[in-house]
């Protein structure tokens, strides 16, 4: 039987079994996914984080100013000296994106689509801490980094059921735990959509939470059929050449039906605009003005290569990729996209896959005057970083 490198990160079951068993589909404990796993994070250093304006973040007191108040940050220098010794929790966004450790961690996922990822979020609980029961709308890997938390597992949820009457928070109104595990550092749970979970601190803890992008149904037909809108003219209308003598002017027939939706039909079935449309969403960054800051002349690029200087990707740009069936490619940063030659694929793949490009790799592509632009495109736009920028 084949073996594959992921097969250790789900024990005795391995990648494909979880794939076609789990993923989506029920809970799945792993113990010691992350054998003798040591926090990339300390808990100061994420307190820390939660001080900086530019990152998200949140505390949540089971009792606070009212049963579970939720905090914004950034947060006072002070505020954890006039936290209380229990029942409290710090939640931070998108770690990955500051500590390039935590980034790491990501390579550990790659057996799914790296266009699904979305970020990698840390909380610190002191004993007695949780968000409350609540389930979400996408896939999360809980992975114990500090401490022992006791995760309870309960029913399918829907938009139907119950929840308390909060301002701020989801917490679910019932919960039917079905399941309960206390994790140790190291010690994975998988929790697909829609299903209650309850985690709370056994004793002092953190936990790092892999979440995965999933568009609703919603955001799908809203931002799709705007993009198309936004590249069709005025001009192109709705017709009835060849429409029969009404029995009544006042009614709409179901041949006007049948034409509206054969047109709108043919709009959404152009399946290149539905890939390049689909390519910027799932790669729109969270903090784009962290890409941003990196935007502007760059030295010259050929120059650097040749001094050994290579690149690298900015760890707050999303990259993805799509052929189309004449061979082009569409390659997608941080909801931009640009067409290339097939002949590019390699690159391509190169930059999307590799958060290190070494420069003598990138000096093989120097002769090629489309590889050349693609790349001072990317380093000028803050996508690719040369190596002494990400120092």
Same mark, same amino acid.
């Given at each position: 039987?084949?073996?594959?490198?992921?097969?250790?990160?789900?024990?005795?079951?391995?990648?494909?079994?979880?794939?076609?068993?789990?993923?989506?589909?029920?809970?799945?404990?792993?113990?010691?996914?992350?054998?003798?796993?040591?926090?990339?994070?300390? $808990?100061?250093?994420?307190?820390?984080?939660?001080?900086?304006?530019?990152?998200?973040?949140?505390?949540?007191?089971?009792?606070?100013?009212?049963?579970?108040?939720?905090?914004?940050?950034?947060?006072?220098?002070?505020? %954890?000296?006039?936290? #209380?010794?229990?029942?409290?929790?710090?939640?931070?966004?998108?770690?990955?994106?500051?500590? #390039?450790?935590?980034?790491?961690?990501?390579?550990?996922?790659?057996?799914?689509? =790296?266009?699904?990822?979305?970020?990698?979020?840390?909380?610190?609980?002191?004993?007695?801490?949780?968000?409350? $029961?609540? %389930?979400?709308? %996408?896939?999360?890997?809980?992975?114990?980094?500090?401490?022992?938390?006791?995760?309870?597992?309960?029913?399918?949820?829907?938009?139907?059921?119950?929840?308390?009457?909060?301002?701020?928070?989801?917490?679910?109104?019932?919960?039917?735990?079905?399941?309960?595990?206390?994790?140790?550092?190291?010690?994975?749970?998988y929790i697909p959509p829609g299903i209650a979970h309850d985690g709370i601190a056994e004793t002092d803890c953190m936990t790092i939470s892999v979440g995965f992008r999933a568009?609703?149904?919603?955001?799908?037909?809203?931002?799709?059929?705007?993009?198309?809108?936004?590249?069709?003219?005025?001009?192109?209308?709705? =017709?009835?050449?060849?429409?029969?003598?009404?029995?009544?002017?006042?009614?709409?027939?179901?041949?006007?039906?049948?034409?509206?939706?054969?047109?709108?039909?043919?709009?959404?079935?152009?399946?290149?605009?539905?890939?390049?449309?689909?390519?910027?969403?799932? =790669?729109?960054?969270?903090?784009?003005?962290?890409?941003?800051?990196?935007?502007?002349?760059?030295?010259?690029?050929?120059?650097?290569?040749?001094?050994?200087?290579?690149?690298?990707?900015?760890?707050?740009?999303?990259?993805? %990729?799509?052929?189309?069936?004449?061979?082009?490619l569409r390659l997608f940063a941080n909801g931009e996209h640009c067409v290339v030659g097939g002949s590019l694929l390699p690159l391509v793949q190169l930059i999307c896959n590799?958060?290190?490009?070494?420069?003598?790799?990138?000096?093989?592509?120097?002769?090629?005057?489309?590889?050349?632009?693609?790349?001072?495109?990317?380093?000028?736009?803050?996508?690719?970083?040369?190596?002494?920028?990400?120092?």
């Amino acid at each position: 039987m084949m073996t594959n490198e992921f097969d250790s990160l789900f024990g005795d079951i391995g990648v494909e079994r979880f794939l076609a068993e789990y993923w989506q589909r029920k809970p799945l404990l792993i113990r010691q996914a992350f054998p003798n796993f040591e926090s990339p994070i300390e $808990p100061n250093e994420l307190a820390g984080l939660s001080l900086e304006e530019e990152v998200e973040s949140r505390l949540i007191l089971k009792d606070g100013a009212h049963p579970w108040e939720l905090q914004r940050g950034p947060f006072p220098d002070d505020t %954890y000296s006039k936290l #209380p010794e229990r029942d409290w929790t710090l939640l931070v966004q998108a770690v990955d994106q500051f500590i #390039p450790e935590v980034a790491d961690l990501l390579e550990q996922f790659r057996f799914l689509p =790296t266009w699904r990822i979305d970020d990698i979020m840390i909380s610190y609980a002191a004993p007695g801490g949780g968000v409350g $029961p609540h %389930y979400d709308n %996408y896939d999360v890997f809980l992975l114990q980094g500090h401490g022992k938390r006791r995760w309870r597992v309960g029913q399918h949820c829907t938009v139907d059921s119950p929840l308390l009457d909060h301002p701020d928070l989801r917490i679910l109104a019932d919960f039917d735990c079905q399941d309960e595990w206390v994790l140790e550092p190291g010690d994975m749970l998988y929790i697909p959509p829609g299903i209650a979970h309850d985690g709370i601190a056994e004793t002092d803890c953190m936990t790092i939470s892999v979440g995965f992008r999933a568009p609703s149904h919603q955001e799908v037909l809203v931002h799709f059929t705007d993009y198309l809108a936004h590249h069709l003219s005025d001009d192109e209308r709705y =017709t009835d050449a060849g429409a029969s003598l009404p029995q009544d002017p006042a009614a709409i027939d179901q041949a006007a039906i049948e034409r509206l939706q054969q047109s709108v039909l043919e709009l959404v079935s152009d399946k290149e605009a539905l890939a390049t449309w689909f390519g910027r969403h799932m =790669t729109e960054a969270k903090y784009p003005e962290l890409a941003q800051a990196y935007a502007g002349e760059p030295e010259p690029l050929m120059e650097a290569l040749h001094e050994g200087i290579g690149l690298c990707t900015n760890p707050a740009v999303r990259l993805a %990729y799509w052929q189309a069936s004449d061979g082009s490619l569409r390659l997608f940063a941080n909801g931009e996209h640009c067409v290339v030659g097939g002949s590019l694929l390699p690159l391509v793949q190169l930059i999307c896959n590799q958060r290190s490009l070494p420069a003598e790799v990138l000096l093989g592509w120097a002769a090629e005057d489309d590889a050349q632009e693609l790349l001072e495109q990317l380093v000028e736009k803050g996508f690719l970083l040369m190596e002494r920028q990400d120092e």
